[in-house]
């Protein structure tokens, strides 16, 4: 991989900008962390409903679902309220899938009960990579709502079975990017978000060539960034964790 | 005035919450503050766009509205997104027109030339007052962007007229109480908010009985609090804006 | 208070327009009225349900909900149809909030028991003040559903504790001036809408600065007249329920 | 035709109810009508604006179109406010169609100019027959409207062509009825809206068999039965607006 | 009537454009029906669901309704697709609503049982006449369902009474038309829907005058034709009935 | 790959299934396409209009874009309309998107020039596999509409750059699978879609564990299968591309 390409940033090609995870960072919420990759900030909150959704009715599963927003100036100009405008656009709806199979890939939904964790991902400040930050953020936040659970003796086992965290990856100029800020994914020629857990699957891997079509060996090299960024994902996941709380 | 009463805070009744006013809290936006009272948390972001609504068209002024939203997870108990459900609650709108009227009332819309200023109010954690909170942020960010204007030399003298700022008051057991938190707003028979400017004026008295209506003697004790209260807000707005930034 | 002023109408500043309150308007509501204030006209109707919203059920307590509308051409340029535009306007919303709100205020909803009383407010003409005349209609209204409730033995005592009515006023030229038209709402600097209940208990009060500021003294004239309009009204609404029908 | 049949209203077979028509009801539409068919009452206004929709740009014609809505308790049970639901009901959009073409019969939309004719219809009360009552009223409305364009002389020629009123019919017991009442219309096997020219000629005829299929006799006897209703309609029509007003 | 008009198509005033029922059309519905009258071709399918809707809950009776929609590109030009504007038209609102009477004319619901059967009439190719087209095939897709209901036991006697179908007709230049296409439905002073049984009943005639009015007789002339060809639709539905399938 | 497994549809683990591309299906569209997967039919159609949206305007260039949609009866139980329920889901948007990128990934838009093509996707019937059926089909019907623009002399150039395909492929009992029907699909652990173009470079590759998540030997296994197949995939596009039409 090419040492000569220069970022905007300073940042080297396989290197993430400075990432950041605050748990407890809003009162009510089972679960609520403030995810940082950079200037991109979210807040992921995961709430417990003790309740499911109707097609899950007398299953004796539970289920785990993800809303994402942004609020109406995180971005550069100002862009409608959704909530203003009525309905979610096709991108938010894109997101939020997303955003919620990836947490669903880590989780036995049995062992969860017939409950719901809702995960809302508020993007309040956008610099490119919104939705991965979402993902490797509200994973912390669910996993502190389990430990409620378990805490409260709701659940006697986490139906958590492995870490999951997301990053992005792009080809600039021929050069593969980790983890792309917003002025980057706007030159990029192909974007990926990939998903992967701490053990190494992939759970999900986006790629769209934005300009010209990428080859099979732009996709492994984008892969094999990925998956190095994504384990230094999981590694600050896992030590933000374990910081103890009154 | 009963100085006997116990807040469950330990507030005085004539006591504020700690207020804090945060500017610069996101990058993008024109004037971005975060407001605090207490737990109550509104990230207000002021955004400038050179274009005025339809009705304003070639009347050689300008505009400023006024946005309010709240993260699902705001509360304590998980609301509906709005953006999800496709519709604002009536309680939205009521107090987004709230937070425009009482912002036009300081800004000589003349003299802000054919441009509008959106505001986005939006409560990322509540424990009551969101909209006093919204208004007194919301003056800042709206000064941020006013002064901005002023430096790029668009605006040669400042729209703004006075400052302005809001605060609730309510009767519990039959003590006026200033800056109610969620679960004093909860008990209060009676709840008030009021917007005043600078030098004094009244721009919106909304006093609501929530159980016993209220009398004449309640309503003047309710708007002596109120008043001194929003004096002191407005020390702080001054002392926040006085801050020079790089 | 001058006595000086001329309202283009030749009303004195301190006088109501003509009120007519005319019950049974319709025939298939149990509470039907038309209310009159000067060229103001609007039609209130009380609907019995015998079931109670989701948020109330198993509560043994009762509702009462209130939903406001006006005829497009109700006024000098015909406006859109909600229906067809496919939503309420903010206005539309926290009018109709206010109504309901006002007459919760005399209602003892458990004594209404598990059922629903739904008001429809609705502006056949207009020409201001038309938020106020419907809550001093639908008042007389629900008092004749109450009343066939109470003749059909579903109710044994009525759930209404106290009249309430309302009055808008406001300040031209610095005159308080009582119950506006729309030319004057139009002028007027401040414009304050009151509920008051028969005994003379504040229900709501809400004063808006349209133009300056205004002051305390202000603001307790107009609540004066206020005051003395809301008795007129509540005379009014009295001897319309005093006369009988077959 | 069977004269033996008895209504429960106690009018012959072909008798219309007693029918009213109320001109300048309201005081700011161009036209303004109440209509009554016996207990169907529908405020019926015309309003102009110097507007043409988008399809019609620039091609010198006018348009003529037309809004229908029922006040919540305009029946027996309070139906959903269309604008609290957010839509109009499939009902009320197939009947504000049928007034629009009615009207358009008896319009030369180029001898209008590039004007539209907004006509609402507004059921204040239902008892059966609210589309036809709305045609019959709208015609008269319609006519003030246009009589006020060449009063201003905004228009040198009507562009109104002839007369157009509509009437319903029905089979009950094998006798046919003219203008059915509510519980009429929900006893008969076959209901037929019948809209008719001055001059006799058909605008439309919307038959439907509730129950049984009906023959080419019964259809004409019930063909019949509109002709004389209509031509008594417009009788009635005329004579309304040959009353001079201030 | 007049044999010298020369129809662009060829055909003769009484002459029905090639008609096609293709029954098995798709795999998973219950009945699937093509139906194409010359280049308007409707996919019709009929699907049974074991409930009810809410209004008829309880009461034994089955229920029949219909869906209408048409590809954005059915047409000459495109027009916006329904799904992505929100909502359905008013026309196609007319339509399903038409096509639901149309079928529930030859429905005995309560021999249906508790179920229902959800029609779907989606053009693929227009070219006039959708409706009528699609309540011909409709008829056939739902006469499929029952078959399968009653082959599978869960119906012991057809709860189908009569055969029903519908046509189109004109009247251009003076002279009846049956079965109008686009360009001559286009043309047409007036314009007709008739909806007969088998057995020669008149289940609905919907006559519309788009230029002139029309006249009683022209009516006859109407009805006449409509019938005509109405018999011949209904010899094409039993002999597509007739064939066997494995 | 392992040549034991057995597919339920009697298919190798590498066999597409049968393909059909029939051209002009619709007679009104500029390219009108049905694409059958097996039992998985789209009607694909393109249109082209002379306009651009807004955020394109005066930019000299033109717009592709795409829409997708089900028949309510295309899959085995009926789903709701779209166009009733009042909005399209989450999975169609992100259908349609999906579609709209891979089709202007082959498209040169300064070519197209100052108009837009949109693309139509509708399902007639499903069974599995129907978001790559349609890229496929409507790539036929965007050329079909380009050689129109051409033929008419509107363009001088084709602004399509190369052919593009798509296939499903997925992992079931450990054997990656090409092109997988419904029961497949909702039977593998893993799902990919793949957007290739004519020379081999990816556009969009998509891959999501369902259950397990995948490995990198198991992708690229995947990508092998479905390179080949696209390939297939684009020789039938030229194929059906060299039928000459009068």
Redesign the interface.
């Known amino acids: 991989m090419s040492s000569s390409v220069s970022r905007h940033s300073g940042r080297r090609p396989d290197q993430l900008r400075a990432v950041r995870i605050t748990r407890q960072y ?4 089972e679960g ?1 962390v403030l995810v940082e990759f950079g ?1 991109t ?1 979210v ?1 992921c ?1 995961a ?1 417990v ?1 003790e309740q499911v959704p109707g097609f899950l009715r007398d299953r004796g599963q539970g289920w785990l679902t993800a ?1 994402y ?1 942004m ?8 862009s409608d ?4 405008r ?3 656009t ?5 997101i ?2 997303l955003i919620g ?1 990836a947490l669903r ?1 880590v989780f036995d939904l049995e062992k969860l009960g017939a409950r719901t964790i ?1 995960l ?1 991902c ?1 993007v ?3 610099d490119g990579g919104t939705r991965t930050a979402s993902i490797t953020g509200a994973f912390v936040a669910a996993h502190d709502a389990v430990s409620k659970l378990l805490s409260a003796g709701k659940l006697v086992e986490s139906p958590i079975t492995d870490f999951v965290a997301a990053i992005s990856v792009g080809i600039h100029d021929g050069v593969p990017l980790l983890d792309l800020d917003y002025v980057e994914d706007s030159q990029c020629d192909t974007d ?1 978000n990939v998903v ?2 701490g ?11 934005e300009g ?5 060996g732009e ?1 492994n090299a984008l ?1 094999d960034l990925a998956q190095a960024g994504i384990y230094d994902l999981i590694a600050m996941q896992r030590k933000a964790l374990e910081q103890l709380y009154a």
Do not use: C, N, W, Y
Request: proline share 3%; charged share 25%.
């Open positions: 809003t009162k009510h919420a609520s200037d900030k807040i909150t709430s409903s809303e927003g609020l109406p100036r995180a971005t550069h100009t100002r309220r959704e909530a203003a009525g309905k979610q096709g991108r938010t709806q894109e939020q899938r199979r890939a809702h809302d508020d309040i400040q956008a990926m992967m857990t053990s190494g699957g992939l759970v999900e891997v986006q790629g769209t060539a010209a079509p990428f080859s099979r996709m892969l």
